[in-house]
């Protein structure tokens, strides 16, 4: 559910043209927003792709998220009194962005209050990912956190689940090297717990 969805383009432009706001390009790799930075305007990616990465305590990067367009940017802390990033906000891409100040993002709500439940809603499946990627990152070993993801994907009618995503994306979200990860799959599958042919990967248990 998109902020703007079951939003017409007339609509959108109604509201637009009613408030102010600015719109930025972003470079691929570049820092949209740093983590702890202040957060006094909403940020949403228009067009492009971002991740949101923050350090542990060791100050190694941890992947929280992809984030493709259209998407806004942490929407849960725009109205909090402690208004600073919890992450840091990375392109993936080159990215297109519009940035609208609190006030004019409240105009906006006023003027069109579909966009009020979307954020709402957005605010809601929020708190609910937060609480899942807590719950993952419980899991202390790599193994640990294999199982759980490859789990939590869906099967095809062969059995095999499907990475939806590469293995250096996949290290980034599980915050550790790439090398690691690979040598961990190749451990899992010595030790027959999984069998893999590039992204399709069977968990051999389930078979049993």
């Known amino acids: 559910m998109g902020l703007f969805a079951d939003i017409s383009e007339q609509e959108l432009a109604a ?7 600015r719109l930025k390009n972003i470079k691929k790799k570049a820092y949209i927003l740093r983590q ?7 940020h949403i990616i228009l067009k492009g792709n971002c991740y949101g990465e923050m350090l542990d305590f060791s100050g190694k990067a941890i992947k929280i998220e992809d984030l493709p367009a259209p998407v806004p940017l942490a929407p849960a802390v725009l109205f909090s009194r402690q208004n ?4 840091s906000i990375i392109a993936d891409t080159d990215c297109e962005i519009l940035i609208i100040t609190r006030d004019e993002f ?16 957005l605010i809601s499946d929020k708190f609910v990912f937060i609480s899942e990627k807590l719950n993952f990152l419980q899991f202390k070993s790599i193994k640990e956190k294999i199982l759980n993801y490859l789990l939590s994907l869906p099967q095809d009618k062969n059995g095999n689940r499907i990475l939806p995503c ?11 090297e790439r090398p690691s990860l690979s040598r961990a799959l190749g451990q899992m599958e010595a030790a027959n717990i999984i069998k893999r042919k590039n992204r399709d990967i069977r968990i051999v248990m389930e078979q049993n």
């Open 84 to 87: 600073k990033m919890p992450v």
């Open 106 to 121: 409240i105009r906006a709500c006023i003027e069109n209050k579909k966009i009020l439940y979307n954020f709402l809603e």
């Open 166 to 176: 590469s293995l250096e994306q996949l290290s980034r979200l599980f915050g550790i």
């Open 15 to 21: 509201v637009f043209s009613a408030v102010n706001y």
């Open 36 to 42: 702890d930075e202040e957060y006094k305007s909403l």
